[in-house]
Nanobody
């Protein structure tokens, strides 16, 4: 069984910083892409940033220059460093991983349970 466990959310003032972590555990053969998504009340879930196994990244225009995604492949962990936070960054942040359970198997997408980030003005 695979689990993605997020940590690091909380309440911060505008202009502040937070660092989110997400560790994948269980019977994992290989992880391809890992990423962060967010969902604010009344909105659809949206991409924040993703990173491939070789370190290539992509992020939403709204967070470019403020958020940085990184990963530690040895720990099956992805991070999101969030700086210069704005009230509009308030949302539940979800970790995502596309992974294979064994050699030659299909790739599956897993989600974490979400962590709340609240930015006060």
């Amino acid at each position: 069984q695979v689990q993605l466990v997020e940590s690091g959310g909380g309440l911060v003032q505008a202009g502040g910083s937070l660092r989110l972590s997400c560790a994948a555990s269980g019977s994992i053969f290989r992880i391809n892409t890992m990423g962060w998504y967010r969902q604010a009340p009344g909105n659809e879930r949206e991409l924040v940033a993703v990173i491939t196994s070789d370190g290539s990244t992509n992020s939403a225009d709204s967070v470019k220059g403020r958020f940085t995604i990184s990963r530690d492949n040895a720990k099956n962990t992805v991070y999101l460093q969030m700086n210069s936070l704005k009230p509009e960054d308030t949302a539940v942040y979800y970790c995502n991983a596309i992974l294979a359970l064994k050699s030659g198997s299909a790739w599956y997408k897993y989600w974490g349970q979400g962590t709340q980030v609240t930015v006060s003005s």
